[in-house]
C-alpha cells in the first residue's frame, strides 16, 4: 500500500488548505482512512477519520473547521481546512490501516502565519 499526499503549504491565519492523499496498490480491506498531524516537539494526533461508509471523527480542535472527504472509486481522501490558525501547523500525514497494519504517506508540512 502506498499513499501520496499532496495540498500543503504556506497561508496566513484564518485562511483555507486542502490536502488530498492517493491511496494505490493491494488497498483490499481497507476501512478506515485518516489524517494524523505532527508539530514541532509533539506527538502524531489524530486529526480527522473516515470509514468506508464515510462516517467521520474528528479531533475537537479542527471540530466545525476541518472537513475530511472521500472517494472510494478513486481511492482518495481529502482534507479541507478553513479557519486555520497558527497551533494548526504541522507536518501532515494521510493514513490508513488493515488488520492492525498502518500505512503512512510521505507527511506533508502545513505552515500557518499569525
Known amino acids: 500500500v502506498q499513499l501520496q499526499a499532496s495540498g500543503g503549504g504556506l497561508v496566513q491565519a484564518g485562511g483555507s488548505l486542502r490536502l488530498s492523499c492517493v491511496v494505490s496498490?493491494?488497498?483490499?480491506?481497507?476501512?478506515?482512512m485518516g489524517w494524523y498531524r505532527q508539530a514541532p516537539g509533539k506527538q502524531r494526533e489524530l486529526v480527522a477519520s473516515?470509514?468506508?461508509?464515510?462516517?467521520?471523527n474528528y479531533a475537537d480542535s479542527v471540530k466545525g473547521r476541518f472537513t475530511i472527504a472521500r472517494d472510494n472509486a478513486k481511492n482518495t481522501v481529502s482534507l479541507q481546512m478553513n479557519s486555520l490558525k497558527p497551533e494548526d501547523t504541522a507536518v501532515y500525514y494521510c493514513?490508513?490501516?488493515?488488520?492492525?497494519?498502518?500505512?503512512w504517506g510521505q507527511g506533508t508540512l502545513v505552515t500557518v502565519s499569525s
Open positions: 473516515i470509514t468506508r461508509g464515510s462516517i467521520t
Open positions: 493514513n490508513c490501516a488493515r488488520s492492525g497494519q498502518n500505512y
Open positions: 496498490g493491494s488497498i483490499f480491506g481497507i476501512n478506515v
